[in-house]
Nanobody, 123 residues
Framework: QVQLVESGGGLVQPGGSLRLSCAASGLTLDYYAIGWFRQAPGKEREGVSC????????YYADSVKGRFTISRDNAENTVYLQMNSLKPEDTAVYYC????????????????WGQGTQATVSS
């Protein structure tokens, strides 16, 4: 059974950092494109970042470019999202998702989803 479990969310002040983790079981992340998405109350789910399985290419939404970094540790079967210089508008539930393909996309066309982790940026 495939399972994606996010962790690392929490409450942080503006300008602070969080590192989110997405631990996978039931699949080998090496072969999967992974995306991070977020959804704030009353808003649609939006793509934040993704990493391809083929060459590790990474992509970021303009709103997080230069502040967020996605990475993968295939040995640990885990993908990370390092979030720095956080802003109140980054407050959302963050989800990771996986798809069995080479290239990742920042639209929610993924096969497997985690349950989400809440990140709140507030003073």
């Amino acid at each position: 059974q495939v399972q994606l479990v996010e962790s690392g969310g929490g409450l942080v002040q503006p300008g602070g950092s969080l590192r989110l983790s997405c631990a996978a079981s039931g699949l080998t992340l090496d072969y999967y494109a992974i995306g991070w998405f977020r959804q704030a109350p009353g808003k649609e789910r939006e793509g934040v970042s993704c990493i391809s399985s083929s060459d590790g290419s990474t992509y970021y939404a303009d709103s997080v470019k230069g502040r967020f970094t996605i990475s993968r540790d295939n040995a640990e079967n885990t993908v990370y999202l390092q979030m720095n210089s956080l802003k109140p508008e980054d407050t959302a539930v963050y989800y990771c998702a996986a798809a069995l393909r080479e290239l990742c996309v920042l639209v929610p066309r993924y096969d497997y989803w985690g349950q989400g982790t809440q990140a709140t940026v507030s003073s």
